[in-house]
């Protein structure tokens, strides 16, 4: 599991997933952000859901069970 924020200094978080993802599509990849991020961004990789700062426990638990049973595209 790689839980990646979206704005960091040397890449975009969106485009670190993105790359994650081609690599190897096992990896469970969770974003994060302190601001909203664009739905169709995140279709764009096969996501429906990220973490929004501050991060709270129970939203995490939640993503997570939810990408652990949904199964792979």
Not at 21 to 38: F, H, R, Y
Request: hydrophobic share 40%; net charge positive; aromatic share 2%.
């Amino acid at each position: 599991m790689a839980i990646i924020d979206c704005k960091m200094p040397q890449i975009n978080g969106i485009e670190l997933a993105k790359i994650i993802s081609q690599l190897d599509d096992k990896i469970m990849v969770m974003l994060m952000s302190g601001c909203e991020i664009d739905r169709d961004l995140l279709r764009q990789i096969n996501k429906e859901e990220y973490l929004k700062k501050p991060i709270q426990i129970a939203k995490l638990i939640e993503i997570v069970k939810k990408q652990l049973t949904t199964p792979s595209p």
